[in-house]
């Protein structure tokens, strides 16, 4: 199974979507803030990234263009799981997906977990 980097600033949703995903049988390891996720995409390798958009200090769109500036991560599998609307990616869906690599795009009110665990499954790098 798959390396998960969750990125949540949630610590209780991030708790749900780590039991769901081990469940499931991957290994998860989840950063409240885009700094953390670097340092922990920088100490284990993902083989996909959950990322929450609204992130204290810098959002989740400014930690792709920094991802996606390393070698390392510019393939790395990532699956948006946001409170933001989709109707606030209208104009930029385009870009998220072409140019930051952004796979698949939920929103949390909407997201069963079993389809987060679908999700993380089908786009995993493994």
Known sequence: MAHVLLVE???LVA?????ALRAAGHTVQ????????????DEQAPDLMILELQLVG???????YELRSYADWQDLPVIIVTNVPAGEF???????RDEL?????H?????SLKT?????AEYALV
């Open 9 to 11: 600033p949630d610590r």
């Open 15 to 19: 708790k749900t979507y780590m039991d």
């Open 30 to 41: 989840a950063c409240a803030s885009a700094q953390s996720a670097v340092f922990c995409a």
């Open 58 to 64: 810098h959002s989740g769109i400014e930690l792709l």
């Open 90 to 96: 209208q104009g930029s869906w385009k870009l998220l």
């Open 101 to 105: 690599g952004v796979q698949s795009y």
């Open 107 to 111: 929103y949390k009110p909407l997201l």
């Open 116 to 120: 987060l665990v679908d999700t993380a």
